[in-house]
């Protein structure tokens, strides 16, 4: 059986590559579904990899050079990764809620070039489809029963990885029954702000809770931070950069 969650920790990997969509208004509702409008207006945080371009630069290099064939042909299927994320109430720490990749080609190949990545890395591709308003969710057979099994689905030209329910959640949030970010006047300010050409960036939302707490905890009494609402993040690299 593939672990689906080995493959949310290869979208962790890109994100890392890029740290060590289309862009708004991109066919059908579901094709130019822009991410803001699949996640739910309860996101307070949104990272963004722009996959083209990092493969095209020295970090990119590397995983072209040191990853075996069967990593870099299945990443070839993807052009960009957007994955939301909010806090959990018990930690206190940022958790994934969403992973949405950007295909390059249909989802039936892509599906069969996951078939052939699980099988390639010594995997089983052993999934249930369940149907949900029109959308086939494929969902890991887990025999856990703490943990959600994770799960996927495409969307027009998207591939949307969480577990089911948050599939189904961004599902809703497309067809217009719940609220999605894009609809959060602070998140959606602060994303028109940012440059989603960059090989990769991050946008967090700052609560007023945690304002009032940088006011207090300044050293600095020149401090003041009144109309803080959100930060972001913008990195680059440079095609010719050395490694060493």
Known sequence: M????????????????????????????????HFLDLMPASTEMVLGVNIDNMMQNSLGQ???????????????NFSYLSASFEMDELSQK???????FRIKDSPENVLKNTEAFA???GEDFNTQEEKYENITIYIEESKSSIKEPAAFAFI????????????????????????PASQNKKLDTAFRKIDTKKVVWFLGLVSEE???????????????????KALNLELDYPKDLTLS
């Open 210 to 228: 945690n304002i009032e707490k940088l006011k207090t905890t300044a050293q600095n009494p020149m401090f003041d931070v009144p109309d803080l």
């Open 2 to 33: 593939i672990n689906l969650r080995k493959i949310n920790g290869i979208a962790i990997t890109l994100l890392l590559l890029s740290l060590i969509s289309c862009g708004k208004g991109c066919g059908s509702d579901e094709d130019s579904a």
């Open 62 to 76: 590397v995983f072209q050079k040191e990853a075996p064939e069967s990593w870099k042909k299945w990443a070839s």
């Open 94 to 100: 940022p958790e994934p809620t969403l992973l949405i």
């Open 119 to 121: 099988k390639a890395i």
């Open 156 to 179: 027009g030209k998207n591939l949307l990885l969480a577990d089911k329910n948050k599939i189904k959640k961004a599902i809703d949030t497309l067809h217009k029954k719940s609220p």
